[in-house]
């Protein structure tokens, strides 16, 4: 992993995470190219950010659980060849209903150059510090569809409270939203505004003698809808 890059979860304690494309649980449905570990990446300063937006989420009874930070270019890549591929309908209800695949890139959902590869954009949601239950937001990560839009109808008003809520503390703390995704935000002010980067998100990072060590994570806890590690 490069300087200036880290695991987020070292500079956020407290935080969840469910880093999706290392999963099976992503709308290719197998982990993509580039994600080697199930841990979430991102700059220093998005975690200099996010642990305000951590603070000020637990004054309302929140926690957050991160589902994307960095994004290699190369898993951009493989989502791009993904799509050129016959349909198989293997996740397509659960993630892409209403369009075709092609579709995904042509309505805003996926692109080529994404901003997530410059390491300052997350994908994230709220849970409830009491229970551990995902706050409910009316659809959820990569649904790509008309209901993930901000101010999208078909929602609760619960649901679009919690979205608002969301966005009202990550807009106060220095982040931008995105129309179509409710779970998407970029720092405004991030360090690599040009800067699409490829090295692979891995559960190793080199010490400063040039060895590494490898992360083992102590998963002591799972919440039932983001299967998330509790670090």
């Given at each position: 992993m490069i300087e200036d890059f880290v695991f987020v979860?070292?500079?956020v304690p407290g935080i969840r995470w469910d880093a999706k494309y290392a999963t099976w649980d992503n709308f290719t449905g197998k982990p993509v190219d580039g994600y080697l570990?199930?841990?979430i990446v991102g700059t220093r300063a998005l975690c200099v950010a996010l642990e305000r937006v951590r603070t000020e989420a637990a004054s309302l009874g929140f926690g957050l659980l991160l589902w994307d930070g960095y994004r290699p270019q190369r898993a951009v890549d493989c989502f791009l060849r993904w799509s050129k591929q016959p349909e198989d309908g293997r996740t397509k209800l659960r993630h892409y209903p209403n369009i075709d695949r092609a579709a995904m890139f042509e309505s805003g959902y996926v692109a080529a150059k994404s901003g997530h590869s410059r390491?300052?954009?997350?994908?994230?949601?709220?849970y409830h510090l009491a229970t551990g239950e995902l706050a409910p937001m009316g659809g959820r990560h990569d649904l790509m569809d008309s209901v993930s839009r901000h101010g999208a109808h078909g929602i609760t008003r619960v649901e679009a409270g919690n979205r608002q809520c969301l966005r009202s503390v990550m807009e106060a703390c220095g982040f931008g939203?995105?129309?179509?995704?409710?779970?998407?935000?970029t720092l405004k002010d991030e360090p690599y505004p040009d800067t699409y980067f490829d090295f692979p998100s891995t559960g190793h990072r080199a010490d400063g003698d040039?060895?590494?060590?490898?992360?083992?994570?102590r998963i002591e806890n799972r919440i039932r809808a983001g299967n998330a590690a509790l670090p």
């Amino acid at each position: 992993m490069i300087e200036d890059f880290v695991f987020v979860d070292e500079l956020v304690p407290g935080i969840r995470w469910d880093a999706k494309y290392a999963t099976w649980d992503n709308f290719t449905g197998k982990p993509v190219d580039g994600y080697l570990a199930n841990r979430i990446v991102g700059t220093r300063a998005l975690c200099v950010a996010l642990e305000r937006v951590r603070t000020e989420a637990a004054s309302l009874g929140f926690g957050l659980l991160l589902w994307d930070g960095y994004r290699p270019q190369r898993a951009v890549d493989c989502f791009l060849r993904w799509s050129k591929q016959p349909e198989d309908g293997r996740t397509k209800l659960r993630h892409y209903p209403n369009i075709d695949r092609a579709a995904m890139f042509e309505s805003g959902y996926v692109a080529a150059k994404s901003g997530h590869s410059r390491g300052s954009t997350v994908d994230l949601t709220l849970y409830h510090l009491a229970t551990g239950e995902l706050a409910p937001m009316g659809g959820r990560h990569d649904l790509m569809d008309s209901v993930s839009r901000h101010g999208a109808h078909g929602i609760t008003r619960v649901e679009a409270g919690n979205r608002q809520c969301l966005r009202s503390v990550m807009e106060a703390c220095g982040f931008g939203s995105y129309d179509c995704e409710w779970w998407h935000y970029t720092l405004k002010d991030e360090p690599y505004p040009d800067t699409y980067f490829d090295f692979p998100s891995t559960g190793h990072r080199a010490d400063g003698d040039g060895g590494s060590h490898a992360y083992r994570p102590r998963i002591e806890n799972r919440i039932r809808a983001g299967n998330a590690a509790l670090p």
